[in-house]
């Protein structure tokens, strides 16, 4: 499990340091603009060039490879160490017997250590394959010229203008076809998606048609980008998880299963958003600071021409931000779950019915078993511990098969749980129903015919659940066990997705409910279990009642009497799991170490449920954080990033570094120049991706956990700006040095440069 979270989250900080690569062979390029130009002006071939950028990296790429292997044996070795102690202390805090036993062992594999190096050599080679040869392709006379080549971006062949007209209206037509698949099915990942494809296709043909007008190319710019950043945040950042099922009850349902497609496509697509509509509207932020820090003379012409040079380099400038904000985006979401659950410890009433206190056996049970603990517990004298419990619930949950009655389907896959007088007694004081079926005036009711009868039971809300997405699958749980059967009201079947595990398991059993309100029509179920004599047993029940809540102390998907499952059963049932409740006011801590003492012969072990919950919520904390802080080790990715660029851009100015002085640039003006423009880049990838983050953090929040509330989302604010500010303060050291050294070039020595 954890190498598997370990290697999605470790795509983005692979993510980054190809951006990371792509930025040097931009900046190469860019730097040895000319050279090339004249290289390619004698006779030297485009490949030819790519050829020595190769060479060039290589080198760089087999050292940097192999101190990336043995950075990451010694990441690996801390993780396996704090892993192991944090197993350790948890679990001894739970039971002093099982602490320690967890050994978490550092193995290193080198045949493993050489395809990491090998993969890591490889993608590195790809991705510098791929920069080279478009960093390569340019004009050679304005390449001679020092020019851009946007003067050229207008001059295309007919080939090349047929594209660029088709290419939007392919877009469009794919998107559309898309949008008519997703309003035919209802899913709404599926419709953002395909609102994404349009938005694209559209802009990119108001760009074609601006073109053709007298429009200045940047203006032209300015308008089809910010239109499309400004679309990409309208349809991923609003919550339409909520909104749309709010908006229209008879259309949309969300299904959390497609919170992940939220997260990695709904991610990228707002920093990629709100990036482009910064940079191609940063003269409005330069004005705004201009008023701002208008009562400084010397900063005036500062600002303008730090932050003119980023936007002179889009491509550049955004791929830098993109890098900050995607793993500043990553770092806070983590932050914001991990913040949540540590603020939910408290166990809620839900997810124990009541209960405080859980009694099972050890390994010494088995010399003096307690076969029924609520009569052994009432044969204690008046005196003992039986005095301070209030009662003791027993449930027993076996995994069986189940269709609707009458049906022609298969059977699918079940779960009862068989529960005594004590947890109903329990349990009707916490628990609420949504529906009844006819004959029962209220919940009251329902709970009495549950303890009473063997032929009904209550059933969890998860046993009604819509289809999946045709687009997305069945949810994580059931894709390798098998999507479930939808059972219409008419008694028919009709059978999901299905994955080879199947065969074994089978589909999980799924009803299509059809109340109306309170009301739940007339729904009857056939039970099947093959008892350990070999005897396959039947049971006719009736569902006489749905729970409201989602959360549950029972596992299974139906809760019925101890006689409805003895029904299906071969052996007794005695009940697996052992709770208690305590008397008003009593410590449960101290009764939870009298039922020890009481039953120390027996061996049993009484944890309290509170207590339980708080440790795995610890580890649980533990383990998040811990991924928390192997994200954070790709921030070090965009730092050097950005003191990557600062270096160079000293290399790459040096002659308008030269002619500002000349113009009367102190050296002070150019050193807070070049400090205010990695700032404003910095600043502005980090901030952006704090805000993707909290968004995201909270829709994943919400869509995994709608039981908690939105007010129940706690976002560490704090947490994160100490996070951002940290960052950034990491990333100005990295440019204090290229800004101090381009303050001491002097004029002439800049001007004669070549």
């Not at 990119?204 to 073109?211: A, D, F, H, I, Y």
């Not at 679309?231 to 991923?236: E, R, V």
């Not at 929040?701 to 960052?727: H, M, N, R």
Request: some cysteine; hydrophobic content about 50%; charged content about 15%.
């Amino acid at each position: 499990v954890f190498s598997t979270i370990f290697t999605l989250f470790g795509i983005f900080s692979i993510l980054a340091a190809i951006l990371l690569i792509v930025l040097i062979f931009v900046m190469l390029a860019a730097e040895r603009r000319i050279e090339i130009g004249i290289s390619r002006a004698v006779g030297v071939q485009r490949s030819q060039i790519v050829q020595s950028f190769m060479a060039e990296g290589m080198v760089y790429n087999l050292l940097a490879a192999a101190l990336g292997v043995l950075l990451g044996i010694g990441i690996t070795f801390a993780m396996t160490q704090f892993i192991g102690r944090l197993f350790n202390d948890l679990t001894g805090t739970i039971n002093a017997q099982a602490g320690g036993i967890f050994g978490v062992s550092f193995n290193i594999s080198w045949e493993s250590v050489v395809m990491a190096y090998c993969t890591g050599v490889l993608i590195t080679w790809l991705a510098m394959t791929l920069s080279s040869w478009r960093v390569t392709r340019m004009n050679i006379a304005t390449a001679i010229r020092g020019l851009s080549d946007e003067a050229e971006a207008k001059r295309r062949s007919w080939f090349a203008n047929a594209v660029s007209w088709l290419w939007p209206l392919v877009v469009l037509g794919a998107g559309g076809y898309l949008l008519t698949q997703a309003l035919a099915t209802n899913s709404l990942s599926l419709i953002m998606i395909a609102a994404t494809m349009l938005l694209y296709g559209l802009t990119v043909l108001v760009g074609r048609v601006l073109e053709l007008t007298p429009i200045r190319n940047e203006t032209g710019y300015r308008i089809v980008y910010t239109l499309l950043g400004l679309g990409l945040l309208g349809i991923w950042t609003p919550p339409w998880y909520a909104l749309a099922p709010q908006w229209f009850p008879d259309r949309f349902t969300w299904d959390p299963t497609q919170a992940p497609t939220v997260f990695t496509i709904g991610g990228p697509m707002i920093i990629v958003g709100a990036i482009l509509v910064v940079m191609f509207n940063a003269n409005l932020l330069s004005a705004v600071l201009s008023a701002i820090l208008g009562f400084v003379p010397s900063l005036r012409p500062v600002l303008r021409t730090a932050i003119a040079y980023p936007l002179s380099s889009r491509f550049r400038t955004g791929m830098t931000m993109v890098l900050f904000a995607m793993i500043m985006a990553t770092v806070v979401v983590m932050a914001v779950v991990i913040n949540t659950t540590q603020s939910l410890t408290r166990l809620d009433d839900r997810q124990t019915a009541g209960f405080e206190i859980e009694v099972s056996s050890t390994l010494l049970s088995f010399f003096n078993p307690v076969e029924n603990f609520p009569v052994a517990l009432a044969d204690l004298p008046a005196d003992s511990v039986a005095a301070q419990v209030a009662a003791v619930g027993l449930v027993t949950e076996q995994a069986l098969e189940g269709r609707l009655d009458g049906g022609t389907g298969d059977f699918a896959r079940a779960s009862l749980a068989g529960v005594n007088a004590g947890y109903v007694e329990a349990a009707q004081t916490v628990y609420h129903l949504r529906s009844r079926a006819p004959g029962f005036a209220d919940d009251a009711a329902v709970w009495e015919a549950l303890l009473t009868r063997d032929d009904v039971v209550i059933a969890r809300p998860e046993l009604f659940r819509a289809p999946p997405s045709p687009l997305f699958g069945p949810p994580p749980d059931e894709e390798a066990d098998g999507g479930p059967i939808i059972i219409g009201g008419d008694a028919t079947a009709r059978q999901g997705p299905r994955s080879r595990r199947d065969e074994f398991r089978g589909p999980r059993l799924s009803i299509e409910e059809h109340s109306q309100g309170s009301a739940l029509p007339e729904l009857y179920l056939t039970l099947a279990a093959d008892g350990a004599d070999g005897v396959r047993r039947t049971q006719r029940v009736q569902v006489i009642g749905v729970l409201e809540e989602e959360a549950n102390l029972v596992d299974s998907t139906l809760i019925g009497s101890e006689a409805t499952l003895a029904s299906l059963r071969s052996i007794p049932v005695i009940g697996d799991n052992i709770y208690v409740k305590v008397n008003e006011g009593l410590d449960v801590r101290a009764v939870a170490g009298e039922i020890e003492r009481t039953f120390v012969s027996s061996g049993l072990d009484a944890v309290v449920l509170a207590d339980s919950y708080a440790q795995r919520q610890r580890l649980t904390g533990g383990a998040l954080q811990l991924l928390q802080g192997f994200m954070a080790l790709g921030l070090l990715v965009g730092i050097a990033a950005l003191g990557v660029i600062s270096t160079r851009s000293v290399y790459e100015r040096r002659q308008q570094i030269g002619m500002l002085r000349a113009l009367g640039y102190q050296r002070s003006m150019v050193g807070v120049s070049f400090l205010i423009e990695s700032s404003f880049v910095s600043i502005t990838g980090l901030l952006i991706g704090a805000i993707t983050g909290v968004v995201l953090g909270d829709n994943l929040v919400l869509a995994f956990f709608p039981q908690i509330g939105e007010a129940a989302v706690s976002t560490p604010w704090l947490q994160i700006g100490l996070v951002v500010l940290a960052a950034y303060l990491f990333s100005l050291l990295t440019t204090i040095a290229p800004a101090w050294q381009a303050s001491r070039i002097y004029p002439a020595d800049a001007l004669r440069y070549e």
